[in-house]
């Protein structure tokens, strides 16, 4: 089983609309997620980390986590073609700071 | 707002040789790492340093590769004899003693072994 798996997508929304984005990891140990957004041939950025389980607002974005069925999302709101870019959850694993990303999901929003 | 820089932007590189990538942490952070992405690939973890020495490493850091923080303010990685499939983007990464696990990202380092 993979570590943190994602959905390749595309995802295609249209302009103003909602985005979710989803993420679920095997770790049960993993205390902290974090979502980064990667723009075509640039670095990851991060964009929202999550601890605690329910939902942490940042913005137009959302972080939800769910221990229990080890599952975390991000929701976009008010989609804007900026937005458009390879979202990536991260997850330390190993009892150490190491990060295992997904392999990202990329989202296209449409005008 | 304080930011990880790294150089060079991008570096071409004969096969057998050896490369040198540099990074400049965010000047009060503890912990960096070094991760790379091939092509169409997801970000993969090559090597964590604290406190001047390696704190974790991957099955891709083998003894090709190295990690030096040779002042205080640079953090080097170098691939002693390059391959073809060293050929990647080479982000450094660091984070503060509060926080460990939240990684701030440089712009990259593109490697290309010819």
């Known amino acids: 089983q993979k570590e943190v798996e994602q959905n390749s997508g595309p995802l295609s929304v249209p302009e103003g609309a909602i985005a979710s984005l989803n993420c679920t990891y095997s770790?049960?140990?993993?205390?902290?997620f974090f979502w980064y957004r990667q723009y075509s041939g640039k670095s990851p950025e991060l964009i929202m980390s999550i601890y605690s389980n329910g939902d942490k607002e940042d913005g137009r974005f959302t972080a939800q986590l769910n221990k229990a069925s080890q599952y975390v999302s991000l929701l976009i709101r008010d989609s804007q073609p900026s937005d458009s870019a390879t979202y990536l959850c991260?997850?330390?694993?190993?009892?150490?700071?190491?990060?295992?990303f997904g392999t990202g999901t990329q989202l296209k929003v449409e005008l | 707002e304080p930011e990880v820089t790294q150089t060079p932007s991008h570096q071409v590189t004969q096969m057998g040789q050896e490369v040198i990538l540099r990074c400049v942490p965010i000047s009060n952070h503890l912990y960096f790492y070094w991760y790379r992405q091939i092509l169409g690939q997801k970000v993969e973890f090559l090597v964590s340093?604290?406190?001047?020495?390696?704190?974790?490493k991957s099955e891709i850091f083998d003894d090709q590769f190295s990690v030096e923080r040779p002042d205080g303010s640079n953090f080097t990685l170098k691939i002693r004899s390059t391959k073809l499939e060293d050929s990647a983007m080479y982000f450094c990464a660091s984070s503060d003693g509060r926080l460990q696990e939240t990684q701030y990202f440089g712009p990259g380092t593109r490697l290309l072994v010819l």
């Open positions: 340093f604290y406190n001047n020495e390696i704190s974790e």
């Open positions: 991260a997850v330390p694993t190993g009892g150490g700071n190491k990060l295992t």
């Open positions: 770790d049960r140990g993993s205390q902290s």
